[in-house]
């Protein structure tokens, strides 16, 4: 009675617990964030160069908006105005063409500047007059460099006196000679210039600002008495 009885064979497949599977080792390489270097800037400068152009990008970008930050706040404390230039004066005694292209003029011109700003001052440091019959230049002169204080109107004057070879165009010596039959001469006057400003202790880079004065001058010699008067012209200028 207290036998045991022998469990049947069993040959069917024995269904015991799941077998977990393998671990999967992940080779990153010193990747982050599933193949972008740039999502660490740790390790930037080591992985990849885009991120370094990044910084520097917004490096750059952040140098321009302060300096546009510095530019806006300068011009709001001083407000500068327009530096306003004039020939006053003129006088031609001689202005001919002779055959062989050679021009001799004698040309006196006299110029004001006028610097309207309270706490701007203006270093001229160049100042080259040119005169110009159309697109051909004939003559220059040199001022000397000065200093020009707030709120100030400086006078200086330009001789241009000699001769030139100058080669016109039909249409340029068709206007020489209307001009020659009506003693009233157009002329160009063109300043190159190279100026600093001085904001109280500061001073800038040097600007190369244009100026063209298109004056008309009568000749005035023993033989012609136009009646013609020469009248204060405004100056163009370009910065």
Not at 31 to 43: A, D, F, N, P
Not at 121 to 149: A, C
Request: contains cysteine; glycine residues 10%; positive net charge.
């Amino acid at each position: 009675m207290g036998d045991h009885q022998p469990q049947p064979h069993l040959n069917g497949a024995y269904y015991g617990p799941s077998i977990p599977p393998p671990t999967k080792t992940s080779h990153s390489h010193g990747r982050h964030g599933g193949g972008g270097c740039c999502g660490c800037l740790g390790s930037c400068f080591s992985c990849c160069g885009c991120c370094i152009l990044s910084i520097i990008f917004n490096i750059l970008i952040t140098l321009a908006i302060l300096a546009g930050i510095a530019a806006l706040i300068i011009w709001l404390i001083f407000r500068p105005n327009a530096i306003k230039f004039h020939v006053t004066d003129a006088k031609l005694t001689t202005f001919t063409l002779d055959p062989t292209n050679n021009l001799r003029y004698n040309l006196d011109l006299n110029f004001t500047i006028r610097n309207p700003n309270r706490r701007i001052g203006v270093y001229y440091d160049q100042i080259n007059v040119n005169g110009y019959y159309g697109d051909q230049r004939f003559g220059n002169g040199n001022v000397s460099p000065f200093y020009q204080g707030h709120k100030n109107t400086t006078v200086f004057g330009s001789k241009l006196e000699g001769q030139s070879l100058v080669l016109l165009s039909g249409g340029e010596r068709k206007d020489l000679d209307e001009d020659l039959k009506s003693g009233i001469y157009r002329i160009d006057a063109k300043l190159r210039l190279r100026v600093r400003f001085k904001f109280g202790l500061v001073k800038t880079w040097r600007f190369k600002p244009k100026i063209r004065c298109e004056i008309k001058v009568p000749i005035s010699n023993v033989n012609t008495t136009s009646g013609f008067v020469f009248q204060r012209t405004k100056c163009d200028v370009d910065f």
